[in-house]
């Protein structure tokens, strides 16, 4: 086991990570807190300071997902270069040790910074706002149900575990190749999806994705079709299926590399 994982290892990795990395997290956060500013800034100016609940769940979806699916295709592009790849490699650590700390780091450390850059940034610009006469902004709340944006968080974990994934394959061009792929993916799944759903259904059904809503137009009516919770469930439960399995191929994949 201890050829597996060690505490004081892994320890020794995670502190050596953090110090040869912090500046450039540092800077990273600087620019998500200004990108964040920018762009709930601009939505209240132009709303002349009231942002609605829906609009803040929006850019929510919108800074976790871009943002982290950047971030996540750097977990391990160090590897990608043979001169930062022969001293990362030949480390005395294992390599779920190695897996371990870019999974920490990319997935559960960055939410957790992005969720108090955002809600710190949201916070400040609802008060601004606030100060404009009849105006009373409500800040977004993760838990909500008219808004649903904990669902992002899932969404993250699927972009998360490809965007790994493709930073131990591909060797140059991490991010430009994993978007390449993630939308040619999602392009023949939505493609077939529509294609089935069509021959099930004889409308005007418009196109869609698994296990989400689509609408039926029928004349000048047009009715919408929600899948059950059970249906639900079972995509979620795919979902996080498929994240596993992704995380677990992106282990065995580093595990292939050698210098």
Same mark, same amino acid.
């Given at each position: 086991m201890s050829n597996i994982f060690s505490i004081q290892r892994f320890s020794w990795l995670f502190v050596k990570h953090?110090?040869? +990395?912090?500046?450039?997290? @540092?800077?990273? $956060?600087?620019?998500?807190?200004?990108?964040?500013?920018?762009?709930?800034?601009?939505?209240?100016y132009i709303n002349r300071g009231s942002i609605?609940?829906?609009?803040? &769940? $929006?850019?929510?979806?919108?800074?976790?997902?871009?943002?982290?699916?950047? *971030?996540?295709s750097t977990a391990f592009a160090e590897l990608g270069?043979? %001169? %930062?790849?022969?001293?990362? @490699?030949?480390?005395?650590?294992? +390599?779920?040790e190695r897996f371990?700390?870019?999974w920490i780091y990319s997935f559960v450390i960055f939410q957790l910074i992005f969720v108090i850059c955002f809600f710190s940034v949201d916070l400040l610009v609802l008060s601004i706002g606030d100060s404009n006469s009849g105006v009373h902004n409500t800040i977004l709340s993760l838990s909500a149900t008219t808004t649903k944006t904990y669902q992002a968080f899932i969404a993250f974990a699927f972009l998360h575990a490809v965007s790994?994934?493709?930073?131990?394959?591909?060797?140059?061009?991490? *991010?430009? %190749? $994993?978007?390449?792929?993630?939308? @040619?993916?999602?392009?023949?799944? &939505?493609l077939i999806n529509?294609?089935? $759903?069509?021959?099930?259904?004889k409308a005007d059904v418009r196109?869609?994705?698994?296990?989400? %809503?689509? +609408?039926?137009?029928?004349?000048?009516?047009v009715f919408g079709l929600e899948p059950s919770q059970f249906a639900q469930n079972i995509f979620l439960g795919l979902t996080f299926t498929v994240v596993i399995l992704l995380w677990t191929a992106t282990?065995?994949?580093?595990?292939?590399?050698?210098?």
């Open positions: 953090t110090k040869e +990395n912090y500046k450039t997290y @540092l800077l990273s $956060i600087v620019v998500l807190l200004g990108i964040m500013f920018i762009g709930l800034g601009f939505g209240a609605s609940l829906q609009v803040q &769940s $929006i850019y929510f979806w919108l800074y976790l997902l871009v943002n982290g699916t950047v *971030f996540s270069n043979k %001169k %930062k790849a022969i001293p990362l @490699l030949t480390l005395p650590v294992s +390599n779920f371990l700390v870019g790994i994934l493709g930073a131990i394959y591909f060797d140059k061009q991490h *991010f430009i %190749k $994993i978007a390449s792929s993630f939308f @040619l993916f999602l392009i023949s799944i &939505s529509y294609a089935l $759903i069509k021959s099930m259904i196109a869609v994705m698994p296990f989400t %809503k689509f +609408n039926i137009r029928e004349g000048d009516f282990y065995f994949k580093l595990k292939e590399k050698q210098v």
